[in-house]
């Protein structure tokens, strides 16, 4: 059974990203100053290559607007961080509630995602309940509760994470009531009952630390052997991947994951994030990038390598500052939802356009947006503005200038320009509006946007610089078809603010 189920959960995406990639190449050959427009979704870029690229999330988390926007459009799969764990689903003996889990199943409906299960048998967020059963009682218990939750998920979920972290560091079982009640042989029995209540679901081992070569990953190698020769049903091993920019890049990840793939199982890199002490700094973040590049690349280059989860993508959800004191910064995106760099060597790695990924130079600069304004009728734009440095040296801002493109429709050609706000400070941030001699499509105005001096470390942001500005005579505009103007409310790429490095064009396509 461990070789048939490879493909459903990639929501394949090629040909859009194909005509994307096509799009991007007429405009960058039509001479526009720019650099690529940034073209498809983490998600969209690995499902070309014929894998997903997923995010865990929790219920706690999805009253966040800002948050689900990305989590539902970014990623293609996510796994619950905890909501599908014993604790949650069967609290008390026989009593089962699923509210939670479901609501996670739900909004993975609701964004053509795929889930991945985490986690049906674990020592850790087990109920006490569990643990004070007569080691006789056990495995009853188990199996009631594999097959309840396994049933009560059937056709939602692709994959279980069945069996996790069974392994201590040196390769030898951990303990757990399981264990103790039933020897290793629990493994084989929790995956049989998977099996026969969701036959269709792809059922996986999951571990930390077994990315590289060494003893635990040796032990999981040596009981998924036994467990595929005695027929036990068994599809992928889950590499959580939880990695240290301090403790060095997993030894030989590629050849593990393909000796895994030899053996006719499917791999998952089911919860990445590569945490650092803090404070951040340039090295530590290129580490970080190279690390997460690694993955995406060791991934890529084994093709039972299904696809990559990270353990949920911002830091503002990171599991890591409360566990490690002292240390975070893991994600893809940093407190406020704006990518980081790391986030960018994950694009270029999965071959995406337009990402400088690590190392760049001023040509890192990339310009965010998000709109401030709810009306796009009335006298006054209001453009939320960011600079985010994703290269490897930093940017002296007082060479750096950015122009936001729009129309003036009709009445008075004087303006008012502001910066109402900036965790930079508006008294480093200058403005202006200039007229084109020759009006463009959506554009005879730009308002453009400077410093008098500051520079941008690498992989650092701004922060958001709220703009405004209006007419002499206060007459209105209609913004809704500036060529800079979007309508998207929290901060993101944008291809339409174009920005320059002692006047020479490094982000956008001016209209
Ligand atoms: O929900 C309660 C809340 O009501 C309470 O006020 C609060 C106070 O501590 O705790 C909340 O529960 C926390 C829960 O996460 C939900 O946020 C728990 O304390 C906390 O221990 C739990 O941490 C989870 C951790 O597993 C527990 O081991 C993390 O969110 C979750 O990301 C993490 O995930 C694990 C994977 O399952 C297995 N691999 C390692 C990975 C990271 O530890």
């Given at each position: 059974m461990n070789s048939v189920k490879r493909c459903r959960h990639s929501r394949t995406r090629g040909l859009p990203t194909l005509l994307a990639g096509a799009l991007t190449l007429a405009l960058t050959l039509t001479g526009g100053p720019a650099t690529a427009a940034q073209q498809g979704t983490l998600h969209e870029l690995a499902a070309a290559q014929g894998k997903y690229f997923g995010s865990a999330t929790d219920n706690s988390e999805l009253p966040d607007a800002a948050y689900t926007a990305v989590l539902g459009s970014e990623f293609g799969q996510i796994t619950p961080g905890n909501s599908m764990k014993w604790d949650t689903t069967e609290p008390v003996q026989g009593q089962f509630n699923f509210a939670k889990g479901d609501v996670i199943t739900d909004f993975a409906a609701q964004h053509g995602q795929s889930v991945r299960g985490h986690t049906l048998v674990w020592h850790s967020q087990l109920p006490s309940w569990v643990g004070a059963l007569p080691p006789a009682e056990v495995e009853a218990a188990m199996t009631h509760h594999v097959t309840e939750e396994a049933a009560h998920y059937r056709g939602k979920v692709t994959a279980w994470d069945v069996v996790n972290e069974p392994f201590n560091e040196d390769g030898t079982f951990r303990t757990s009531p399981f264990h103790t009640a039933m020897g290793t042989d629990y493994i084989a029995t929790a995956l049989r009952a998977a099996h026969a209540a969701d036959p269709d679901a792809e059922l996986y081992l999951n571990d930390y630390n077994?990315?590289?070569?060494?003893a635990k990953s040796d032990a999981m190698y040596a009981l998924v052997s036994e467990l595929l020769d005695e027929g036990v049903p068994l599809d992928g091993v889950g590499m959580q991947a939880h990695l240290a920019v301090q403790y060095g890049f997993p030894y030989q990840m590629q050849a593990n994951m393909q000796r895994f793939a030899d053996l006719g199982l499917d791999v998952a890199v089911t919860e990445l994030d590569v945490r650092m002490q803090l404070p951040a700094d340039a090295a530590k973040i290129a580490t970080q990038s190279t690390y997460y590049r690694q993955v995406v690349e060791a991934c890529l280059a084994v093709e039972r390598c299904v696809g990559i989860t990270v353990w949920?993508?911002?830091?503002?959800?990171?599991?890591?500052p409360s566990t490690f004191p002292g240390q975070g910064a893991a994600n893809l995106y940093e407190e406020n939802l704006l990518p980081k760099p790391a986030y960018y060597a994950v694009r270029t790695a999965l071959g995406g356009e337009g990402g400088p990924g690590e190392?760049?130079?001023?040509?890192a600069l990339r310009a965010q947006y998000r709109s401030s304004d709810s009306s796009t009728g009335d006298n006054q734009i209001k453009p939320g503005l960011q600079l985010v440095n994703t290269g490897g040296t930093a940017v002296s801002l007082s060479d750096v200038t950015v122009r936001y493109w729009f129309t003036a429709d009709n009445g008075a050609s004087r303006y008012s320009t502001w910066c109402d706000w900036s965790p930079i400070g508006c008294s480093s941030v200058t403005h202006r509006v200039a007229a084109l001699g020759t009006p463009k499509a959506g554009a005879d105005h730009y308002l453009e946007v400077g410093f008098t001096g500051g520079s941008l470390a690498p992989g650092a942001a701004t922060g958001e610089i709220q703009l405004r500005l209006n007419k002499s005579d206060w007459s209105n505009f209609d913004e809704s078809d500036d060529y800079s103007h979007g309508t998207g409310t929290s901060y993101a790429d944008a291809s339409k603010i174009t920005v320059y490095v002692g006047g020479e064009p490094v982000w956008g396509i001016e209209p």
């Open positions: 077994i990315e590289g070569l060494g949920d993508y911002t830091d503002k959800y990171s599991w890591v190392g760049g130079g001023p040509g």
